[in-house]
């Protein structure tokens, strides 16, 4: 549970829903164009990239949390050793995933970087199995099952692993499930893990300016400005995706999720020309399945769920 109350949903209203809806859309949107804006932060290199995005989410994350009010949630969580914990380890496999992520769209590999958050439902699927011992329906083992022979296949494809997809699938996956453990806000949740990781993003930071290699101030005034929007290149999304989620169900959140790695791939294929054979179109296609059986068996369940929760009667 949250440190504080959630605040009251308003699903329901029409009004709200396609405020709902567009504020996600909006959130899984600038998500999928990120692969856009990296590269034009070049010369300055991935690890470069991903220390001041730490720096300038941290300041950002700061201002918010002030702005927003939610000073004493992060006390509360500074209290709880467990919490704070988990949060150590979240901040941790953000930061690999923020690097991969990065290091992907500056080196030519978009289309992989778009399979990662494709494969990632279903490595959350598979982490519940793993993790929290949760059991499987049919077409869930089906999907997973399809997603296995997929990577087999890219692998054979790539001559390698894909490892990209893979470490963002896992990193991503190993995130939400710390993250739901520890049970805190986003916005509390982020500026505790980007404050954690500043220390080393800074020290990175001087001992690149110290040795002459920082791209800070050295490439003129436009490429500073660029590095210092990372702060509000990762908030603005999280703030639209929050408040999407308390105006529609989780099952459209789960749909917009495929917003974000559709863009992604378009951008890989149409506008920084990757390589896509017609065996890496297998690949790929085994996964769009794998998703299709794993989101109709996700609908399905939910409704059968319902109409059970309708069929039973209330006791006196």
Known sequence: MSDRQAPPSTQG??????????????????????????????????????????LWSAATMVLLLVGLRKVRPLRRILRDRRRVGLLLVAACVIAVNWGVFI????????IEVSLGY?????????????????????????ALAFAGVAVLLLTLDYGRPPWVSLAL?????????????AGVGAIEGLTFES?????????YVGWLAATGASTFGTEGPVHALLLASAGL????PLLCFGAAATRVPLVT????????PTLQFLLGLFVFGEDMPAERWIGFSLVWLALVLLTAETLGHRRRTRRAAVAVPEVA
């Open 13 to 54: 209203d029409p009004t709200e829903l396609r405020r709902g809806f567009l504020l996600g859309l909006a959130a899984y949107g600038m998500w999928g164009a990120f692969p856009l804006y990296f590269p034009l932060l070049e010369p300055a290199g991935a690890v470069e990239l991903l220390a001041q995005r730490v």
């Open 253 to 260: 959140i789960g749909l917009l999720q495929y917003v974000a």
């Open 169 to 181: 699938a896992f990193s991503f996956g190993t995130y939400g499930l710390v993250r739901k453990l």
């Open 103 to 110: 290091w992907g769209t500056t080196n030519g590999r978009v």
């Open 195 to 203: 404050l954690a990781l500043a220390p080393l993003a800074g020290a």
């Open 233 to 236: 290149v990762t908030a603005v």
């Open 118 to 142: 494709f494969v990632n439902p279903l490595v959350t699927v598979l982490i519940g199995v793993l993790v929290l011992r949760e059991r499987l329906r049919p077409l869930q083992w089906a």
